[in-house]
């Protein structure tokens, strides 16, 4: 694919690139990058007023597929990835099967080779992901599994994790940690406080978090495994988090977009589409994990991507699953509610969004450099409306719904070709 791209804002976090330029790529890799570059005869792309910022890579994702057809597939969540500006997205193990074993692993790698963007599965830790025995973890690293974890079904058995870690240290894998003590959170189904108590539903308290993310630290420093903390949601998770790196653990974590923008108090009348595991949590904390952001205990943004089918979500909100659709709305939700109002720069956004989860799983990606593959994404700051027409997600739980926001993706290139190109918005 050859094209050039004008007089787009470009910024890249890994070269402190912010600058408006031409972008010339030519057989789907990046040839020059320049003030003004002449036209040729290829196909030219006018970029003036947009943003041009290296691919998004979402390190936690669900698409589904083996087995929960219903809800998303490889293609319809690839879809819904360009669409949202990302050229890499790693798959939870929780299908149906589990990715427990090589050929689960193999398959979801070899019906990806035809998608429009990188899909890359994680392995499940246990076998089943019952918390019985290790998954053959050396099985899963030689079929292409990129880390273990066994996600919403998190290993409440020390011991055996801490097994887990020391097998998966082997193989270089890093552990990605969804951290709650069941017996604290069981039978909750929102943050323990003032709403779900006035809503009548039972509260999930922050020390289900806390507790898991102290456990987590504690055997990373232990073991020297490296682990990956999911979707941190409270203050004092950042805390222990903090004091863990400063410790020298070998730690990293992430915060999603809904845990940013929304509290609480988005649940009111029961709304099922803002519920989600770990809960969104209150004020206080969404302030502190901005600042987490900010001051960079928290290493990345990751959608949590987690679609269900209408009759699922369109029930009694004790009934409902967990979990928010939102690879198409993240970075939009984002830039107009974080960015917009001055609350984070956008090199950061897209440093957390880009750059720095590419580096965590050591990817070429993340970048918009000469010689290198062009994955970049063209951002619209015109103000739409979030409609349900508009997503090509299997999953509608989506709370942004109706919300009018700014950066919405207009154009994705990934593997060199561009893969999404929005002209109009419904």
Not at 157 to 177: C, I
Not at 379 to 395: A, Q, Y
Request: hydrophobic fraction near 40%; charge should be negative; proline fraction near 6%.
């Amino acid at each position: 694919m050859d094209l050039l791209i004008k007089k787009g804002r470009i910024i890249d976090p890994s070269s402190k690139l912010d600058k408006i330029a031409d972008i010339l790529i030519e057989d789907g890799t990046i040839k020059a990058i320049e003030e003004n570059i002449p036209k040729k005869d290829i196909s030219v792309w006018d970029a003036n007023g947009k943003l041009v910022l290296p691919a998004f890579v979402d390190l936690h994702c669900h698409l589904r597929e083996p087995g929960q057809e219903h809800k998303e597939t490889l293609t319809s969540g690839a879809m819904a990835g360009v669409a949202g500006g990302f050229c890499t997205l790693f798959a939870m193990p929780n299908t149906s099967p589990p990715l427990d074993d090589k050929t689960r692993i193999s398959y979801v790698l070899k019906k990806s080779e035809d998608l429009p963007l990188y899909v890359f599965p994680i392995g499940a830790l246990t076998q089943g992901m019952k918390e019985e025995q290790l998954s053959p973890i050396a099985e899963l690293a030689e079929a292409g599994a990129k880390a273990l974890s066994d996600d919403g079904h998190p290993i409440q058995n020390s011991n055996l994790l801490r097994n887990a870690l020391l097998y998966a240290k082997m193989f270089k894998l890093p552990v990605m940690l969804h951290c709650e003590d069941i017996s604290l959170s069981r039978g909750g189904v929102a943050n323990e406080g003032y709403t779900s108590t006035r809503l009548g539903l039972r509260g999930i308290p922050k020390s289900a978090e806390e507790v898991g993310v102290a456990r987590a630290i504690i055997l990373a420093l232990e073991t020297g495994s490296r682990v990956h903390i999911c979707h941190i949601s409270t203050k004092r998770s950042l805390e222990l988090v903090k004091w863990g790196k400063e410790k020298g653990a070998p730690i990293t974590c992430e915060v999603t977009p809904h845990h940013l923008i929304l509290t609480d108090e988005a649940i009111e009348g029961y709304n099922t589409r803002a519920k989600c595991n770990p809960p969104l949590r209150t004020e206080e904390d969404r302030i502190a994990l901005i600042e987490g952001l900010l001051d960079g205990t928290i290493d990345c943004i990751a959608t949590d991507h987690a679609p269900h089918s209408p009759d699922e979500w369109d029930v009694e909100f004790d009934l409902a699953p967990f979990g928010i659709a939102g690879l198409e709305t993240s970075f939009p939700i984002l830039y107009t509610h974080l960015v917009e109002p001055g609350f984070i720069p956008l090199e950061l956004l897209v440093d957390k969004m880009s750059t720095s989860p590419a580096k965590l799983m050591g990817l070429e990606q993340g970048k918009i450099e000469v010689g290198k593959e062009a994955n970049l994404t063209i951002i619209d700051t015109e103000v739409k409306e979030v409609r349900t027409v508009n997503l090509f997600s299997k999953g509608k739980n989506n709370p942004f719904v109706g919300w009018k926001l700014k950066g919405f993706p207009c154009l994705t290139i990934c593997k060199g070709k561009i893969v999404f190109e929005r002209r109009e918005f419904l």
